[in-house]
């Protein structure tokens, strides 16, 4: 088939901008063939773009012969655009279709797609994301990654307003000076290197000079797990501020989770209607729940936890039934937490870190760090950890290193909440995992 050049044909309107108040209007639209349906005289071509479908309709005895044999060709998710008259009609659900006067195929696809583009037919994920090019162009994908766009939009509007400033540090770090073992090697030239787990050294340092900072981009983690929550590589939005405590940044935390949730509320309405999904916007302060008061919550559930272990996801599991929707968990063992978790003055044995809780997913950790030199290598020390590794990010300490707190979401997860969504890999455009390389 030889396919037409755009030549010089620009997109008018979308899908969505089409009223029927526009009846006679002539528009150019541009998409793929959703589905073709043909009824004796007409043929019924929905076309859709990233903002939604329309119906193009081919009257076969009024239509030119041109239209019409370019109509007869088309199949799923050929690529066309379109150029014709609005017809305001009580025949659709939008109140309107579009007579074609002109259609050029622009590219072509197989007609043996891997799976069904409408949904009609579900696949499985794997399969799903064997195919994610085209699972992808499946309204309820474009729906999740269009509201994942609003709520990282609102983020930066959020943060911008209180005087943060955005900054971009390395992804590739010379030692794995952040205390995990879940560490991706490198060969960079003749050294190893490392993939970065989070910009938390970084943005530490970062405050001395900028003060509120924060960043959005993806980090790495050799992670074990193959659960419906974990990802080899992942988006984090991290912040950080020069001084202020855990409670500070926690404040801030539950008012940018409001305001994200009420964005996506207003401006989102008919990507939640495609989910059937509803979002509910959290009223502020959220509950506060120390790591005490959460292990005798379990006790009570026939859950015991010894005391400075962390909560395996059964418990999580029960913690989420007891208080259904945002809290934090607050004051834990000092020894659980990351070794720049700042410990508490009135009890060392804990700190505040803190953890921010959406039912029984963990969305959200921070806390206040350690700003003190000499208290941090003792931390370090007690993690079996080697202060020589820490040697460029203790030096900061000797250059005036304010009080500071901060916190890191996990975009993934906040998507799953916004969007109902279960498993992490619907929420990411090419997931990674352990198993999972390509596409």
Known sequence: MKLDAIGDWRRTHYSNDVKPEMDGKEITLFGWVREIRDLGALR?????????TIQITILKKKASSEVLAKSETLQKRYSIGVQGFVKKTDMTPRGIEVIPK?????????????????????????????????????????????????????????????????VHTPRIIGSATEGGAELFSIDYFERKAFLAQSPQLYKEQLVMSLERVFEIGPFFRAEESHTRRHLSEFVSIDIEQAFATAEDVMQLLEQLVQDICKVVNENCREELATLKHTLKVPEIPFKRLTYDEALQDLKKEGIEIPWGEDMPTPACRTLGKKHPYFYFLTDWPTHSKAFYIKPREDNPELCEGFDLMWRWLELVSGGTRIASKELLMKRLEEKGLKPESFKHHLEAFDYGMPPHAGWAIGLERLTMLLTGKKNIREVTLYPRDKFRLTP
């Open 102 to 166: 002109g259609i050029k195929i622009l590219s072509i696809a197989e007609s043996q797609l891997p799976i069904d583009i409408t949904g009609k037919t579900p696949a499985n994920l794997e399969v799903r994301l064997d195919a994610r090019a085209l699972d992808l162009c499946q309204e309820d994908n474009i729906a999740t990654f269009k509201i994942q766009h609003a709520a990282v939009e609102a983020i930066r509007d959020f943060l911008f307003e209180r005087g943060f400033l955005e």
């Open 44 to 52: 019924f071509v929905i076309l859709q773009d990233r903002e939604g």
